[in-house]
């Protein structure tokens, strides 16, 4: 089955956002389970120590001139979801992928588009749904340029307001 997400970033030329708005996702993932048993990546260890397939595609798509993007709204105080993908977001941004955090009460006057997205070079949207307690049970591609113009005004002004990664604590 292909990805579509590594279809569009394939594609990308010059932009990829990413916009994650649940505050858990796929609670039966292993590396979540060892998380919570205590399993840390750490940042000094050797790289093949936490890098994972996908980063591969983050820093190829980067080192193309593509910008990508991925902005998150949370509620706080975090879950312990939360908490586990800002402990593991560090790769992530060594491979090139600029990342923002935003507190959902920072948000609330933000119009959103109901469930988490990927939009590629401004121009087409991969909207991903969710069943209640985080699994992906569907995609959908949307190129209709209202979207389009939601999706990429919701997304720059949850950006705009987020923290950088590297400044956003958790709590």
Do not use: C
Not at 96 to 120: H, N, S, V
């Amino acid at each position: 089955m292909k990805n579509p997400v590594l279809e569009g970033l394939a594609k990308a030329q010059r932009s990829a956002v990413h916009l994650e708005m649940r505050d858990a996702y796929q609670p039966t993932d292993p590396e979540f389970i060892a998380w919570q048993n205590g399993k840390r990546l750490d940042p000094a260890a050797d790289r093949s120590s936490w890098w994972r397939p996908f980063l591969d595609v983050v820093n190829e798509t980067t080192e193309r001139g593509v910008v990508m993007r991925r902005a998150r709204i949370v509620s706080e105080p975090v879950t312990d979801y939360i908490k586990y993908e800002h402990d593991v977001t560090f790769p992530n941004v060594a491979a090139g992928e600029l990342i923002r955090w935003l507190p959902r009460r920072k948000a609330a006057d933000i119009p959103l588009p109901g469930t988490d997205l990927w939009m590629f070079d401004g121009a087409s949207v991969l909207f991903t749904y969710f069943s209640g307690v985080g699994e992906v049970v569907d995609r959908e591609w949307r190129t209709e340029p209202a979207v389009v113009k939601l999706v990429n005004s919701a997304f720059e002004a949850v950006w705009e307001r987020a923290t950088p990664h590297e400044e956003y604590n958790p709590v």
